[in-house]
């Protein structure tokens, strides 16, 4: 408030203006007096009244010659000082206010072709209607002309299936045509309130509702209905886009509009050839409490106007999909899904979420929310949409290719007391580590072996394939007896795999006499949890570290139908019978610690164990 006065002041300064000589020392003081009478938000004129008063008894003399110089210097003073753009002052001497629109006293073939030129109708491919309409008429002239309107234009718009509503070039409009328009794409009961406008002058404010009733039918809530705007997009067009896109009933695809205001008079300063120009209403959204003025609509999907009536059609096909992809997802999960009761109760909930996904208007959106939507109702994060296309296999790698690749996955180390260090990454496929399951030997694990106590470090493993992981787990059991590690379900064939230690190996063992300790983290995933819950299991090592992600057996890839939506699906789960084995919760530690001290903790360990058996 203290900010508007101040700002007042050098505004007001300029009250005792002569301009060559032709004007009253008052004109500044007159305009004041107008916007305090007029102007919609007379909040932002705190301290107005003040700043006139003292402004009357300034003596000071500024001396504009010109009155289009006077103007825009008007302008920008209370551009400034009231901080709205749409308020200007002009010089116009010779201005005759346009009148206001008379009603078409014309004979019907001659309205029907006013109408045909101001109104553009098409229905588009795939049954998509196209309305294109430049200036939003008022009830009165709606009334005239209502059952002309229907019958050429609306009941040849009722029977498509989705509609493009075309506002890119509508920059005028009667305040009472807002509630028609809303009402024909609401339902007609319950009575929605759609906007409020305060109207300065005679400080009242009105509410807009829907129309219980009205001529013709009503393209109703169900249909995809999609607003284009531009820049240009101004007033009661805004209005609309505005009411539509807050109650959820269009999406607005475009530009970012205008900015303009539901109502703006042109008001003579006194005597002079001076015009204010002013806006003298506004609306307050009732779901919003704000309104579009000044900052105009934002739109949901934000592209050049030339290019939104493409988008728009775009966002119709994707949203004819999604019946069928929700469908698609919800029989892949039922019979592929590792858990099947889960499978089946997620199928069923998501052929109930359809209403939620009538504003969806990208691919991504799409994505996100069905995998969000799978997440809540399964609870495993692993069950997801993904653009994850099964990778391809490695081509015929050399030798020299393989011990590279060996070198770079695989890190050993020595520490005192002759504790051996591993770490490794990614699981391997079973089938290409046994065609290198030599090489490892030779590069990796003969450096490892003959240590008396090993760390193996799995804090950066995230998973890969599980088929390694018997023959992996079988180097830490004994040759002579042969253990069953775990019991892997299959959903798809409903088959149950038994995982047993195998009695033959590649290189030497590193048996069940010798300690081992495995550190972990938050990230440890996938394969890897599953062999560090069969050594936690089998009682074969101590867990040191982070609970691990809680992730699943490698997924596999489905495709949603015939769309281009792929489903990644855990179709594998681990013996549950004693329980929930580690997807979804992870594997808790022996000793929690974050990953970062987990290998201090490891050696501290050893050091100890070693020391004290030295005695
Ligand atoms: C507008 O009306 C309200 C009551 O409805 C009144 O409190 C307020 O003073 C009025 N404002 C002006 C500027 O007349």
């Given amino acids: ?47 107005m009244q003040e700043a006139i008063d003292s402004a009357s008894s300034n003596t000071e003399i500024l001396s504009i010659p010109d009155p289009e110089t006077l103007a825009l210097v008007l302008t920008g003073g209370v551009q400034s000082t009231i901080n709205d753009p749409r308020l200007t002052v002009s010089y116009n001497p010779n201005y005759v206010p346009a009148a206001p629109p008379v009603l078409p006293l014309m004979p019907p073939d001659q309205l029907v072709a006013v109408l045909q030129r101001s ?23 709606a009334g005239k002309i209502g059952t002309l309107l229907l019958e050429l234009v609306w009941n040849k718009i009722l029977p498509t299936s989705a509609l493009i509503f075309d506002l890119r070039y509508t920059g005028s409009g009667e305040l009472s045509g807002i509630p028609y328009i809303v009402s024909y794409f609401t339902d007609a009961d319950p009575p929605i309130h759609i906007d409020s406008v305060y109207d300065r002058p005679s400080n009242t404010t009105t509410e ?74 506004k609306s307050i959204n009732p779901v919003t409490k704000r309104s579009w003025e000044v900052t105009g609509v934002t739109p949901d999907v934000e592209v050049d106007a030339d290019d939104a009536l ?36 997620v199928a069923e909930k998501l052929a109930a979420l359809g209403s939620d996904y009538t504003l969806i208007s990208s691919k991504e959106e799409l994505e996100t929310k069905l995998s969000a939507d799978l997440l809540r109702l399964s609870g495993d994060k692993c069950l997801k949409t993904t653009h994850n296309v099964p990778a391809l296999p490695l081509m015929n790698p050399t030798p020299e290719m393989l011990i590279e690749l060996i070198k770079v996955s695989f890190h050993t180390d020595l ?23 030599q090489i490892i030997v030779e590069h990796v694990w003969n450096k490892v072996v003959n240590t008396d106590a090993l760390i193996v470090d799995l804090r950066n493993n995230v998973g890969g394939a599980t088929t390694a992981i018997t023959g992996l787990c079988s180097y830490f059991f004994d040759a002579d007896k042969q253990i069953l590690l775990d019991k892997l379900y299959d959903r798809p ?92 919760v992870g594997v808790t530690p ?26």
């Fill in 1 to 47: 408030m203290a900010r508007t006065l101040i700002l007042l002041i050098p505004l007001l300064v300029l009250g005792n203006v002569v301009v060559d000589g032709a004007f009253a020392p008052d004109l500044i003081v007159a305009m004041a007096k107008i916007l305090l009478d007029n102007y919609c938000s007379p909040e932002k004129l705190a301290g």
């Fill in 119 to 141: 109104i553009k109708l098409e229905v588009l491919e795939g049954n998509v209607g196209y309305l294109r309409i430049d200036h939003i008429i008022g009830e009165e002239l």
């Fill in 208 to 281: 807009l509702w829907s129309m219980p009733t009205l001529l013709g039918q009503r393209y109703g809530t169900k249909k995809p209905l999609l607003i284009l705007t531009s820049a240009n997009t101004r007033g009661i067009a805004e209005d609309v886009a505005y009411c539509l896109k807050n109650l959820k009933r269009a999406t607005i695809v475009g530009e970012r509009t205008a900015g303009g205001s539901v109502k703006i008079d042109k008001i003579k300063i006194g005597e002079t050839d001076f015009y204010v120009t002013v806006p003298s209403a």
């Fill in 310 to 345: 493409a988008a728009a059609v775009k966002i119709i096909a994707l949203r004819a999909q999604i019946p069928a992809i929700l469908q698609g997802t919800g029989a892949l999960v039922a019979d592929n899904y590792a858990f099947e009761n889960v499978g089946a109760d």
């Fill in 415 to 437: 520490f005192e007391n002759n504790v051996g260090y591993l770490r490794f990454d990614m699981f391997g496929d079973f089938e290409e580590v046994q065609a290198i399951a």
């Fill in 493 to 584: 064939s409903g088959s149950i795999k038994e995982l047993w230690t195998l009695p033959e190996l590649t290189g030497v063992r590193y048996g069940t006499k010798k300690s081992l300790i495995i550190l972990t983290s938050g990230a440890t995933a996938g394969a890897a949890e599953e062999f560090v819950y069969i050594m936690k299991k089998h009682g074969r090592a101590m867990i040191i570290g982070e609970t691990t992600s809680g992730a699943c057996h490698p997924s596999g890839t489905f495709r949603v139908g015939e769309s281009d939506e792929f489903l990644s699906i855990p179709t594998v789960h681990s013996d549950t019978a004693q329980g929930p084995a580690w997807e979804g």
């Fill in 590 to 615: 022996h000793i929690p610690v974050p990953a970062a001290a987990a290998l201090d903790t490891a050696k501290d360990i050893f050091n100890k164990h070693f020391a004290g058996a030295k005695k």
